[in-house]
C-alpha cells in the first residue's frame, strides 16, 4: 500500500502543478503534436495564470503527494454562469497511474459538490482520451455532447458528460 497525501494546493505547489501537467500531457495526448501541448500549456497554465486559477473563489484544488513528490492535481470549477460543477482538470504522473489516486481525486469532487449544493458533477474528455474516457464511464458518467476543443493548432472533439450524485 503507498501512502497518498490529498490536500488543498498551494502558491509553493506551482511549479511541480505544470511538471504534472506536462508530463501527464505528453503521455495522454500523443495524438496532438508536442508544439501544441507546449504553447497551450504556457498559455494556460503559466505561473501568472496558476496565480488567477488560486486567487478564483470559484475554482478548488487539490494536490495528491506521494513520498513528498506532487503527483497529481485536481481542479473543480463552479461555473456560476451555467450553475453547473465541473470537475475541469484531474492528472496523474504516468508512472503513479493506476494506485486509485484520481478515484481518491473523485471523492474529494463528490464531496465538494455536495457541500457547493450541486447534485451533478460534469466534465469534458477528448474523444482520443480513451483510458480516461473508459475510467469516467466506470465511475457512472454518461457523454450527451460533442464539441471542438482547439490546442495550439490542433482542434480536437471533446466528449461532455454528466454525472448524477
Ligand atoms: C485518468 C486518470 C485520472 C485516472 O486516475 P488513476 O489514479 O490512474 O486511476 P485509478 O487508479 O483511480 O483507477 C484505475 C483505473 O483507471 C484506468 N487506468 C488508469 N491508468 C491507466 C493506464 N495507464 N492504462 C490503462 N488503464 C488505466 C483503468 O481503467 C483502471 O481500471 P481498473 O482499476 O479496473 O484496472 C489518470 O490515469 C490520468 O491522470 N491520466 C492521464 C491524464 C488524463 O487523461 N486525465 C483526464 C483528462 S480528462
Known sequence: MINVIIRKWTKEDF??????????????????PQ????????????LYELEKIFSSENIICYVAIIENKICGWLKLTINKDENKFYLSSI???????NYK?????FDIAIQEATNNSFDEIYIGVMNKNEIALNW????????????????????????IGRKKL
Open 91 to 97: 492528472y496523474i504522473l504516468p508512472e503513479f497511474q
Open 101 to 105: 489516486i484520481g478515484s481518491k481525486f
Open 15 to 32: 511549479p511541480d502543478v505544470q511538471n504534472v501537467l506536462r508530463k501527464s500531457w505528453n503521455d495522454a495526448y500523443k495524438f496532438i
Open 136 to 159: 469516467y464511464k466506470k465511475l457512472g458518467f454518461e457523454f450527451f455532447k460533442e464539441e471542438p476543443f482547439q490546442m495550439g493548432n490542433t482542434v480536437v472533439n471533446h466528449f
Open 35 to 46: 508544439e501544441d501541448l507546449d504553447f497551450y500549456l504556457n498559455k494556460t497554465y503559466s
